[in-house]
T-cell receptor
Framework: EAGVTQFPSHSVIEKGQTVTLRCDPISGHDNLYWYRRVMGKEIKFLLHFVKESKQDESGMPNNRFLAERTGGTYSTLKVQPAELEDSGVYFC??????????????FGPGTRLTVL | RKEVEQDPGPFNVPEGATVAFNCTYSNSASQSFFWYRQDCRKEPKLLMSVYSSGNEDGRFTAQLNRASQYISLLIRDSKLSDSATYLCAVNDNSGYALNFGKGTSLLVTP
């Protein structure tokens, strides 16, 4: 079974530009999460989708970040315009419907974003 | 106070040694606890969930102490391949989002 995939693996952009990250969850996983790790800090939650609905976006830093999951399959995370402090590794994770032993989150390889 | 705290280490141990990590959490309402392993520049991979009764998987044992709000991970008979960063993760109030510690670095030497 394929795991969570993310694209691109790396992105280097200049301040003020726009970047779109993509995440394909494990097939059949309704829950999709975005996390971010800024250098020297812990991995931080950004938001959670259940199918195509945003369940919790309390971790989104500001309105320069926009996440979508049209059709309840893959998700995109757009940063517009990017700032220097947005640099970090963006992880996507997915899990099956909540229930005993089924809410384990499986992580993708991450997108390493560098804003210059 | 951070939601999840871990000793960053590094822990340098010889092969065959036993090593233990602790992780404290601040949210007493947390219900799910996990240990993830992260290799350099890779994604976190689930090592084990932590249950109230404690659980064991081969050389790895995880314990939960709700009264003191910490979880632990014990690795017996350390292997070179155990070298990695071990992340503690605890669910938040919503029950879905995970709060991570910064991780504990382990280096097992020959």
């Amino acid at each position: 079974e394929a795991g969570v995939t993310q694209f691109p693996s790396h992105s280097v952009i200049e301040k003020g530009q726009t970047v779109t990250l993509r995440c394909d969850p494990i097939s059949g996983h309704d829950n999709l999460y975005w996390y971010r790790r800024v250098m020297g800090k812990e991995i931080k939650f950004l938001l959670h989708f259940v199918k195509e609905s945003k369940q919790d976006e309390s971790g989104m830093p500001n309105n320069r970040f926009l996440a979508e999951r049209t059709g309840g399959t893959y998700s995109t995370l757009k940063v517009q315009p990017a700032e220097l402090e947005d640099s970090g590794v963006y992880f996507c994770a997915s899990s099956q419907v909540r229930g005993f032993d089924t809410d384990t989150q499986y992580f993708g390889p991450g997108t390493r974003l560098t804003v210059l | 106070r951070k939601e999840v705290e871990q000793d960053p280490g590094p822990f340098n141990v010889p092969e065959g040694a036993t090593v233990a990590f602790n992780c404290t959490y601040s949210n007493s309402a947390s219900q799910s606890f996990f240990w993830y392993r992260q290799d350099c520049r890779k994604e976190p991979k689930l090592l084990m969930s932590v249950y109230s009764s404690g659980n064991e998987d081969g050389r790895f044992t995880a314990q939960l102490n709700r009264a003191s709000q910490y979880i632990s991970l014990l690795i017996r008979d350390s292997k070179l391949s155990d070298s990695a960063t071990y992340l503690c993760a605890v669910n938040d109030n919503s029950g879905y989002a995970l709060n991570f510690g910064k991780g504990t670095s382990l280096l097992v030497t020959p």
